[in-house]
């Protein structure tokens, strides 16, 4: 199925990112892409409107990696499935990411999939947000007014 036309925007910042959204606020995030562009062929089989802005956040290198310290493991939205399976750094309670992203989809969904997208896509099915919930996890939010902090828990319901 074609696609309905959009224009896609590449920023490699997040302060052009942020400053896209402002402009277009109605636009969609693109991370991975393997929940919205399914979704785009069904609203478009249903009639619905889809987008015309969409923003790609695959050049946005403060979005991706995984770091640690002596407080926390931070995974930035950008970091792949893929990603968390090759980090040396998610041992002890958060190595149950890579057992859990190890048996997600396939080997070439787990190099497009992204946390973020998992996470934000809010299907309760997908694998990520029941774990998120059970290490407690703290998702960082940030739009173009105000950045926010919930519990994986508080999103989720």
């Given at each position: 199925?074609?696609?309905?036309?959009?224009?896609?925007?590449?920023?490699?910042?997040?302060?052009?990112?942020?400053?896209?959204?402002?402009?277009?606020?109605?636009?969609?995030?693109?991370?991975?892409?393997?929940?919205?562009?399914?979704?785009?062929?069904?609203?478009?089989?249903?009639?619905?409107?889809?987008?015309?802005?969409?923003?790609?956040?695959?050049?946005?290198?403060?979005?991706?990696?995984?770091?640690?310290?002596?407080?926390?493991?931070?995974?930035?939205?950008?970091?792949?499935?893929?990603?968390?399976?090759?980090?040396?750094?998610?041992?002890d309670e958060?190595?149950?990411?890579?057992?859990?992203?190890?048996?997600?989809?396939?080997?070439?969904?787990?190099?497009?999939?992204?946390?973020g997208g998992?996470?934000?896509?809010?299907?309760?099915?997908?694998?990520?947000?029941?774990?998120?919930?059970?290490?407690?996890?703290?998702?960082?939010?940030?739009?173009?007014?105000?950045?926010?902090?919930?519990?994986?828990?508080?999103?989720?319901?």
């Amino acid at each position: 199925m074609i696609l309905n036309p959009f224009s896609l925007h590449r920023p490699n910042d997040l302060k052009t990112t942020l400053s896209l959204l402002r402009s277009w606020p109605d636009a969609k995030l693109l991370a991975g892409g393997t929940f919205i562009i399914n979704n785009l062929k069904l609203f478009k089989s249903k009639g619905l409107k889809t987008p015309s802005n969409m923003i790609s956040l695959k050049n946005v290198t403060e979005l991706k990696g995984i770091t640690r310290d002596q407080h926390a493991t931070t995974i930035r939205s950008m970091t792949t499935l893929s990603e968390i399976l090759d980090s040396d750094l998610l041992t002890d309670e958060t190595a149950v990411l890579k057992a859990v992203c190890r048996r997600i989809a396939t080997t070439p969904i787990r190099h497009m999939a992204t946390v973020g997208g998992n996470l934000m896509c809010r299907y309760t099915w997908t694998e990520l947000p029941a774990v998120m919930m059970a290490l407690e996890a703290q998702l960082h939010f940030m739009g173009t007014e105000k950045e926010e902090i919930l519990s994986a828990e508080e999103f989720f319901k």
